[in-house]
């Protein structure tokens, strides 16, 4: 539902498409992201992600299509587009001999207007490493600092590309909080990120990407309806039951096989479950593992693909 | 033109950077002194040279033993004739005497020590023979300041430090900032691509006062070598190559994407200067043909301007044309660099 009080979108792309030699990475994407939306790029390693917010950060040229960044175009006005990005790349090691506040002075000097250096250490939470050297940090600690420098020029719109990875749960939360507070100020975010949690914690809209396209989109609350149910059971038993009989369950809108395990997508697992138990009973087998959690933009990926999203 | 702020912060940089990294301080600093030492033993204050000659054991040549050995610049050894071949072809001496009846000087006439000392044996051999000398001299041996040379390689390895800390040390650092995606991070702000650039050449002549100053020092007090000319001039000159070979190291560093790469585009760069830029003899030693091309490398035309002004204590004004070819290397690096520069 386009909000029509905002004219301009924070970003928009139609029919991106980029090759690297013989592999298709991004094919023909359209994407579109209000102004103040936090939108999350979601998919597993290689499907594209980093590629497709490189481009729309300008660093990476585009085989084909169109973007607009802030209702302006890369090459054209890239110099007004960079005074209002905030970019956090994917694997950047900061100088590593360099103190956290000589750092935040170098990258505040590139911007025309943003915010004091005070103001980013606050913001990091990280007044009290001012003048340890980056190399002494935290991996939690640096990736806050590589979030600061982005928003050193006080940027209209952040672009996060797998904040998170590597880093232990506090320090996940913690920069899951630097985020928020940038969102709470009305600031655009597009993050990508191979975990769910992270995209459905931090974002309003997600899409969903494979292998250069985008499978499916909408919030996170829609994608998991979409599913049919809210609950999914994961079981394995000794007996071989057919797809049809696992249907037949009362509330059971989709089955799946993966591995030696079904998945059932259902709408009331009080009462799908006992069914269950009888109908495995009755074939004579018995369960060999059972569970069942709320639906995840995990099982969301794996409907749509028959994949994990992520196979470690 | 820029704001000050991120070109300074960039150069600030750059600096604290280096300043930060113990081995790279001592390469930079202490390599062109250890250098100096070795070439001042080798070099330094050659009292007389004594030239090493070689008589054949029972050869003509030993009876001429005395009169060779009264003859103070020579130091005469009386060897085997094996030894004394081995001898000659290594350099350990320069001249073997010999003979079974005549005597035979036996010498390679393309080396200038050879000949020199050929000509010395010839005269203390004819003299206590009773060879009259027709013609009366007196010998003057009073030496010229300045002319030694340590003096002369002094400049030489001034140059060859100019060159290398700055090709080396702007190569490693750019190619190290584009592996660890520091330049894309860069470049993803609004910095300006030819701030960055030129932070990396101003941070260079910072390097270059506390890089030069010891190395001047230490060859006055450990050797007496003099600055004929002003310092300002040599700073002037010192600072036209450094800036020059910053452009170079920039371009030298466009490019590449790995440390092995830049090694190698640097060390193809280098090496032609290493060996016609006359840091260790004169260029004018190269053929006539091959001048142009010597003369129009940046660090010939360096070296000649820093023994203008080093040696011969000239005016900035009479290193003009090396410093427009410098100027040259400098416009033409610096603007290469600026539009081959792969950023990420």
């Given at each position: 539902?386009?909000?029509l009080?905002?004219?301009i979108?924070?970003?928009r792309?139609?029919?991106?498409?980029?090759?690297?030699?013989?592999?298709v990475?991004?094919?023909?994407?359209?994407?579109?992201?209000?102004?103040?939306?936090?939108?999350?790029?979601?998919?597993?390693?290689?499907?594209?992600?980093?590629?497709?917010?490189?481009?729309?950060?300008g660093?990476t040229?585009?085989?084909?299509?169109?973007?607009?960044?802030?209702?302006?175009?890369?090459?054209?006005?890239?110099?007004?587009?960079?005074?209002?990005?905030?970019?956090?790349?994917?694997?950047?090691?900061?100088?590593?001999?360099?103190?956290?506040?000589?750092?935040?002075?170098?990258?505040?000097?590139?911007?025309?207007?943003g915010?004091?250096?005070?103001?980013?250490?606050?913001?990091?939470?990280?007044?009290?490493?001012?003048?340890?050297?980056?190399?002494?940090?935290?991996?939690?600690?640096?990736?806050?600092?590589s979030?600061?420098?982005?928003?050193a020029?006080?940027?209209?719109?952040?672009?996060?590309?797998?904040?998170t990875?590597?880093?232990?749960?506090q320090?996940?939360?913690?920069?899951?909080?630097?985020?928020?507070?940038f969102?709470?100020?009305?600031g655009?975010?597009?993050l990508?990120?191979?975990?769910?949690?992270?995209?459905?914690?931090?974002?309003?809209?997600?899409?969903?990407?494979?292998?250069?396209e985008?499978?499916v989109?909408?919030?996170?609350?829609?994608?998991?309806?979409?599913?049919?149910?809210?609950?999914?059971?994961?079981?394995?038993?000794?007996?071989?039951l057919p797809?049809?009989?696992?249907?037949?369950?009362?509330?059971?809108?989709?089955?799946?096989?993966?591995?030696?395990?079904?998945?059932?997508?259902?709408?009331e697992?009080?009462r799908?479950?006992?069914?269950?138990?009888?109908r495995?009973e009755?074939?004579?087998?018995?369960l060999?593992?059972?569970?069942t959690h709320?639906?995840?933009?995990?099982?969301?990926?794996?409907?749509?693909?028959?994949?994990a999203?992520?196979?470690? | 033109?820029?704001?000050?702020?991120?070109?300074r912060?960039?150069?600030?940089?750059?600096?604290r950077?280096?300043l930060?990294?113990?081995?790279?301080?001592f390469?930079?600093?202490?390599f062109?002194?250890?250098?100096?030492?070795?070439?001042?033993?080798?070099?330094?204050?050659p009292?007389?040279?004594?030239?090493?000659?070689?008589?054949e054991?029972g050869?003509?040549?030993?009876?001429?033993?005395?009169?060779l050995?009264?003859?103070?610049?020579?130091?005469?050894?009386?060897l085997?004739?094996?030894?004394?071949?081995?001898a000659?072809?290594?350099?350990d001496?320069s001249?073997?005497?010999?003979?079974?009846?005549?005597?035979?000087y036996r010498?390679?006439?393309?080396?200038?020590?050879?000949?020199?000392?050929?000509?010395?044996?010839?005269r203390?051999?004819?003299?206590?023979?009773?060879?009259?000398?027709p013609?009366?001299?007196r010998?003057?041996?009073?030496?010229?300041?300045?002319?030694?040379?340590?003096?002369w390689?002094?400049?030489?390895?001034?140059?060859?430090n100019?060159?290398?800390?700055g090709?080396?040390?702007?190569g490693?650092?750019?190619?190290?900032?584009r592996?660890?995606?520091?330049?894309?991070r860069?470049v993803?702000?609004p910095?300006?691509?030819?701030?960055?650039?030129?932070?990396?050449?101003?941070?260079?002549?910072?390097?270059?006062?506390?890089?030069?100053?010891?190395?001047?020092?230490?060859?006055y007090?450990?050797?007496?070598?003099?600055?004929?000319?002003?310092?300002?001039a040599?700073?002037?000159?010192?600072?036209?190559?450094?800036?020059?070979?910053?452009?170079?190291?920039?371009?030298a560093?466009?490019?590449?994407r790995?440390i092995?790469?830049?090694?190698g585009?640097?060390?193809?760069?280098?090496?032609p200067?290493?060996?016609?830029?006359g840091i260790?003899f004169?260029?004018?030693r190269?053929?006539?043909a091959l001048q142009?091309?010597?003369?129009?490398?940046?660090?010939?035309?360096?070296?000649?301007?820093?023994?203008?002004?080093?040696?011969?204590?000239?005016?900035?004004?009479?290193?003009?044309?090396?410093?427009?070819?410098?100027?040259?290397?400098?416009?033409?690096?610096?603007?290469l660099?600026?539009?081959w520069?792969?950023?990420?």
């Amino acid at each position: 539902m386009p909000d029509l009080s905002e004219p301009i979108p924070a970003l928009r792309c139609r029919g991106l498409h980029k090759r690297f030699g013989d592999t298709v990475a991004v094919k023909s994407l359209d994407l579109e992201v209000r102004r103040g939306e936090c939108f999350g790029l979601l998919g597993p390693n290689g499907a594209g992600k980093t590629t497709t917010i490189e481009i729309l950060e300008g660093l990476t040229p585009p085989d084909g299509g169109e973007v607009e960044i802030l209702g302006m175009r890369w090459g054209r006005d890239s110099e007004r587009i960079r005074a209002r990005l905030g970019v956090q790349l994917q694997e950047t090691e900061l100088p590593d001999k360099l103190t956290v506040e000589e750092i935040l002075r170098l990258f505040r000097s590139f911007y025309p207007e943003g915010r004091t250096v005070e103001a980013l250490l606050d913001v990091a939470q990280l007044g009290e490493k001012r003048r340890t050297q980056t190399r002494n940090l935290s991996g939690g600690q640096r990736q806050r600092l590589s979030v600061a420098c982005a928003l050193a020029g006080d940027p209209d719109v952040l672009f996060l590309d797998e904040p998170t990875t590597g880093l232990d749960p506090q320090s996940r939360r913690q920069l899951w909080n630097v985020v928020e507070a940038f969102r709470a100020a009305g600031g655009t975010v597009l993050l990508t990120t191979h975990f769910m949690d992270e995209a459905e914690k931090l974002s309003d809209r997600v899409a969903i990407l494979d292998r250069g396209e985008i499978l499916v989109q909408g919030t996170p609350r829609e994608l998991i309806r979409s599913l049919g149910g809210e609950h999914v059971i994961e079981f394995a038993s000794t007996a071989a039951l057919p797809a049809q009989a696992l249907l037949a369950l009362p509330g059971v809108s989709e089955a799946r096989q993966r591995g030696g395990a079904w998945l059932l997508t259902v709408a009331e697992p009080h009462r799908a479950v006992p069914a269950l138990l009888e109908r495995v009973e009755a074939a004579g087998g018995e369960l060999t593992a059972l569970n069942t959690h709320h639906a995840t933009l995990d099982d969301v990926f794996l409907a749509r693909t028959g994949r994990a999203l992520r196979d470690e | 033109m820029s704001e000050p702020g991120p070109l300074r912060e960039l150069v600030m940089m750059r600096l604290r950077t280096f300043l930060r990294e113990p081995e790279a301080l001592f390469w930079t600093f202490g390599f062109p002194v250890i250098m100096a030492i070795g070439l001042g033993i080798a070099f330094g204050e050659p009292a007389a040279p004594e030239m090493a000659v070689a008589v054949e054991r029972g050869s003509a040549a030993e009876r001429h033993l005395g009169a060779l050995r009264s003859a103070p610049e020579l130091d005469v050894r009386l060897l085997a004739p094996a030894e004394a071949d081995r001898a000659l072809r290594r350099g350990d001496v320069s001249l073997v005497l010999s003979g079974r009846d005549t005597l035979t000087y036996r010498y390679d006439p393309g080396r200038e020590e050879s000949l020199a000392a050929r000509l010395l044996a010839d005269r203390a051999v004819q003299a206590a023979a009773g060879a009259p000398r027709p013609v009366a001299v007196r010998e003057d041996r009073e030496r010229q300041r300045g002319s030694r040379y340590i003096d002369w390689v002094i400049p030489g390895l001034l140059g060859l430090n100019l060159m290398s800390t700055g090709m080396w040390g702007i190569g490693f650092g750019v190619v190290t900032m584009r592996q660890k995606k520091q330049l894309k991070r860069l470049v993803s702000t609004p910095m300006r691509r030819r701030d960055f650039l030129l932070a990396q050449i101003l941070a260079r002549l910072a390097f270059v006062v506390l890089e030069v100053p010891p190395i001047v020092l230490f060859a006055y007090f450990a050797f007496g070598v003099r600055v004929e000319g002003s310092l300002a001039a040599l700073a002037a000159v010192v600072l036209a190559g450094a800036v020059a070979f910053a452009g170079l190291g920039l371009l030298a560093a466009s490019r590449a994407r790995t440390i092995e790469g830049v090694s190698g585009v640097l060390n193809m760069a280098m090496l032609p200067m290493f060996v016609l830029s006359g840091i260790f003899f004169s260029a004018a030693r190269y053929p006539d043909a091959l001048q142009p091309l010597v003369q129009a490398l940046p660090l010939t035309a360096l070296n000649d301007a820093l023994r203008a002004v080093y040696n011969d204590g000239l005016p900035l004004a009479a290193a003009g044309g090396e410093l427009l070819i410098l100027a040259a290397w400098t416009v033409g690096g610096f603007l290469l660099a600026l539009r081959w520069f792969r950023w990420q």
